[in-house]
């Protein structure tokens, strides 16, 4: 079952904030969050692995909600190079000692200046 | 800084051939996954690999399919009777612990083309 995530788009300018959400039906295990370029392959950005966990990267945070199966990626001031696409990776168990990641469908986000 | 690495970067085969996509993943991991992406779609899973042997597999990948560790550093994807919608972007990941607890990095990708 695959993470449902919102906004589907956003389009940002300079230095506005953004936040995109990442929610499941399952009992979540961890959270990871990327980013993808056009044409390139997935950036890995951070990864949430306890209910309650808040990371942050520069400008870029997230939170992980285990209660409610969800994460949150927060964009503060954004730069034009936050452009792309964002995915959430969800882990979950599969039975037998294996866990999944899935994607959502993605975010993907525009700033323009 | 280490990095997976793949090869070919992109593939172009005729409808029914085989292919056999390339990863070296980073040397000291321990975990290997194989994902797909179609052309403007998500990311998704294939398989994960390790000690050898496959630890998990989507329906995606079934017996057209197969994962191979031949030699201590390569880690390869066979596509059998390549059919047009087996067109798409192809990521290797390795990571040192288990996916769900551990980063995955991800490899430029092979881009297959089926025609």
């Known amino acids: 079952q695959q993470p449902v995530q919102s906004p589907q788009a956003v389009i940002l300018r300079e230095g506005e904030d953004a936040v995109i959400n990442c929610s499941s039906s399952?009992?979540?295990?961890?959270v990871h969050w990327y980013r993808q370029k056009h044409g390139e392959a997935p950036v890995f950005l951070m990864i949430?692995?306890?209910?309650?966990e808040q990371k942050g990267h520069e400008k870029i945070s997230a939170s992980f909600n285990e209660k409610k199966q969800q994460s949150s990626l927060y964009l503060t001031a954004s730069q034009l190079s936050y452009s792309g696409t964002y995915f959430c990776g969800t882990a979950t168990y599969s039975g037998a000692g294996s866990y999944q990641l899935t994607f959502g469908k993605g975010t993907k986000l525009s700033v323009i200046p | 800084e280490p990095e997976v690495t793949q090869t070919p970067s992109h593939q172009v085969t005729q409808m029914g051939q085989e292919v056999i996509l390339r990863c070296v993943p980073i040397?000291?991991?321990?975990?290997f996954y194989w994902y797909r992406q179609i052309l403007g779609q998500k990311v998704e899973f294939l398989v994960s690999?390790?000690?050898?042997?496959?630890?998990?597999k989507s329906e995606i990948f079934d017996d057209q399919f197969s994962v191979e560790r031949p030699d201590g550093s390569n880690f390869t994807l066979k596509i059998r009777s390549t059919k047009l919608e087996d067109s798409a972007m192809y990521f290797c990941?390795?990571?040192?612990?288990?996916?769900?607890?551990?980063?995955?990095?991800f490899g430029p990708g092979t881009r297959l083309t089926v025609l």
């Open positions: 690999f390790y000690n050898n042997e496959i630890s998990e």
């Open positions: 949430l692995l306890k209910g309650g």
């Open positions: 990941a390795s990571s040192t612990r288990q996916g769900w607890a551990d980063t995955q990095y």
């Open positions: 040397s000291n991991h321990l975990y």
């Open positions: 399952k009992a979540l295990y961890s």
